[in-house]
């Protein structure tokens, strides 16, 4: 017994040790425990205070080596919980209740938190004929830190009545009826990622995207000169050897 004893004080001693801050809750809890490396550890209670017209606000929860993980609530400075949140991998992830201080629903998000080291998910492709049978599936990348994903409920705040409801499949809003298509945010991003790509300030590429086409030689001759050229080749004219720069270095 003497021996079990000795060995919890050393595991306590060695716990705060490792610990560079932290304060003790009115129960005796060890809270907002901050380890050697300045990491946020364990089980967390801070206190947001009025900011610019923003209404302050106290949460708790649990932190994994600096961020949240698992359930995190919310509460007013009266005392009053107004939200209740999932986290994972310090982003939202799962189902997140937000109250009326009167504890009734003002809305229900459902996220997905996103692996930073693993970046992918698989989805169904789902026969458009027949809902129920899948035709393939197909692995993603996942853009983003929290994607929408699941079923979001918008309540009227006094009847408390569900006035609104939306599914979303990794951060796209789906519509009744119509497959999955990922292929459109994929050619929107790879045509960011182009460099090259032709920048449309008259709204023309929204309607039809217009095809380059180089220009032949009748038609480089066609083009009028610019009154530049013109006047060079004015005061140049006669002369048996003109010195052009031509952007060479050599």
């Not at 007013?76 to 991998?89: C, N, P, R």
């Not at 939202?92 to 629903?105: A, E, I, Q």
């Amino acid at each position: 017994m003497r021996l079990l004893t000795l060995l919890l004080v050393l595991f306590t001693y060695t716990g705060i040790a490792q610990t560079k801050a932290y304060v003790i809750g009115v129960k005796g809890d060890t809270l907002n425990r901050v380890d050697a490396k300045g990491k946020r550890q364990g089980r967390w209670v801070e206190k947001i205070p009025d900011t610019r017209g923003e209404k302050g606000y106290e949460e708790q929860g649990v932190y994994l080596n600096g961020k949240k993980e698992g359930q995190w609530q919310r509460f007013s400075l009266e005392g009053d919980l107004v939200a209740i949140e999932q986290y994972k991998f310090g982003y939202k992830n799962g189902k997140s209740v937000y109250l009326t201080p009167m504890g009734d629903p003002l809305r229900e998000e459902s996220w997905k938190a996103v692996d930073p080291t693993s970046p992918y998910d698989t989805i169904d492709v789902m026969d458009p004929n027949d809902p129920t049978r899948v035709l393939e599936k197909q692995v993603i990348k996942l853009e983003g830190t929290a994607l929408k994903h699941g079923t979001w409920k918008y309540y009227d705040p006094w009847s408390g009545k569900l006035e609104k409801k939306e599914e979303y499949v990794f951060d796209n809003l789906q519509q009744h009826g119509q497959p999955l298509d990922f292929s459109s945010r994929n050619k929107a991003t790879s045509e960011q990622d182009d460099d090259l790509a032709p920048i449309d300030v008259t709204g023309a590429s929204a309607r039809k995207k217009p095809e380059y086409k180089a220009k032949t030689a009748e038609e480089k001759k066609a083009l009028p000169k610019p009154q530049a050229v013109i006047d060079f080749e004015k005061k140049n004219a006669g002369k048996k050897k003109v010195r052009m720069r031509d952007g060479s270095t050599f």
